[in-house]
């Protein structure tokens, strides 16, 4: 009776055991299909307008459930593109991160439509102490004379993205660098005004918080006003005298002819008259 009861267990436990392996098999199953599909991720670290290679590509394994949008699988769709956004090791590519199809490499894949790139030339100060770099907001600032011969400082354009510092357009390193130009993003409006400033006067970088996106309105700063005078105020315009018609020329008077003394004469009975 023991000996049978002994068996039930034994079968029991057996038949249990197959179960849950049977189970625990289907379940990996199911993970291995979860994780079935692959992407393209980056094999390396991929720079800014790098166009890419074979070489800097992997196909990895990734959860069908949260495969990114805009991702490849395969890796013929990436041959030239360009990429506008530095990529690390394993990051996936996607679309967002990519030029247009066409896109040649180099800084002006970066520029997004509409915009240019305007290089302008910069020393230790102009250049905030090289902490200008790629990445970074910047105001301009111009320092010329008026049309009073007054010394003047004002803020021209605001917000500007600095494209890339001398050679460098990389935006991983944030180590200051002193360097002789920077490249600056502008609208074709800002090019023209960046270039007049830079023709007439000193132009001065003024580092930007990257969030803020108040604009500045000032008037500028002047001589009188940093030392605290009051400038004087312009000259009055000369007014200019009243434009009359011309008068038609005044007639002299001329009396008119005396008349004739008209004397009557009587004589007797007769009558005459004479004229004087």
């Known amino acids: 009776m023991r000996g049978s009861r002994a068996l039930i267990m034994l079968a029991f436990a057996l038949i249990t055991g197959v179960a849950a392996v049977i189970l625990a098999g289907r379940w990996l199953t199911q993970?291995?299909?979860?994780?079935?599909?692959?992407?393209?991720?980056?094999?390396?670290?991929v720079g800014l307008g790098q166009p890419i290679t074979a070489n800097l590509l992997q196909m990895v394994p990734w959860?069908?459930?949260?495969?990114?949008?805009?991702?490849?699988?395969?890796?013929?769709?990436?041959?030239g593109r360009v990429v506008i956004v530095a990529m690390q090791r394993g990051e996936p590519v996607l679309e967002a991160k990519l030029a247009p199809v066409g896109t040649k490499g180099g800084l002006s894949a970066?520029?997004?439509?509409?915009?240019?790139?305007?290089?302008?030339?910069?020393?230790?100060?102009?250049?905030?102490?090289g902490f200008a770099l790629p990445g970074n907001y910047v105001d301009v600032m111009v320092?010329?004379?008026?049309?009073?011969?007054?010394?003047?400082?004002?803020i021209v354009l605001e917000k500007i993205l600095v494209l890339a510092v001398a050679q460098e357009a990389s935006r991983?390193?944030?180590?200051?660098?002193?360097?002789?130009?920077?490249?600056?993003e502008v609208t074709p409006q800002e090019a023209e005004k960046l270039d007049?400033?830079?023709?007439?006067g000193?132009?001065?970088?003024?580092?930007?918080?990257?969030?803020?996106?108040?604009?500045?309105?000032?008037?500028?700063?002047?001589?009188d006003d940093l030392l605290g005078h009051k400038a004087p105020p312009p000259p009055a315009p000369?007014?200019?005298?009243?434009?009359?018609?011309?008068?038609?020329?005044?007639?002299?008077?001329?009396?008119?002819?005396?008349?004739?003394?008209?004397?009557?004469?009587?004589?007797?009975v007769q009558r005459s008259s004479a004229r004087f």
């Open 238 to 268: 000369v007014a200019a005298a009243p434009v009359t018609a011309a008068s038609p020329p005044k007639r002299r008077y001329r009396p008119p002819p005396p008349k004739d003394e008209v004397v009557e004469v009587i004589r007797g």
């Open 110 to 129: 970066v520029i997004p439509q509409g915009k240019r790139a305007l290089t302008v030339r910069v020393n230790e100060v102009v250049g905030v102490a």
């Open 196 to 200: 007049l400033a830079r023709s007439v």
């Open 63 to 79: 959860p069908s459930s949260a495969v990114p949008s805009g991702s490849f699988k395969d890796l013929k769709e990436l041959e």
């Open 202 to 223: 000193t132009l001065s970088l003024a580092l930007r918080n990257q969030i803020d996106a108040n604009p500045t309105l000032t008037e500028g700063v002047r001589k």
């Open 143 to 154: 320092s010329m004379q008026d049309d009073r011969k007054q010394q003047v400082s004002k």
């Open 31 to 45: 993970q291995t299909q979860v994780v079935s599909s692959q992407i393209a991720v980056a094999s390396r670290d």
């Open 172 to 184: 991983d390193d944030t180590k200051p660098k002193v360097v002789n130009a920077v490249t600056l």
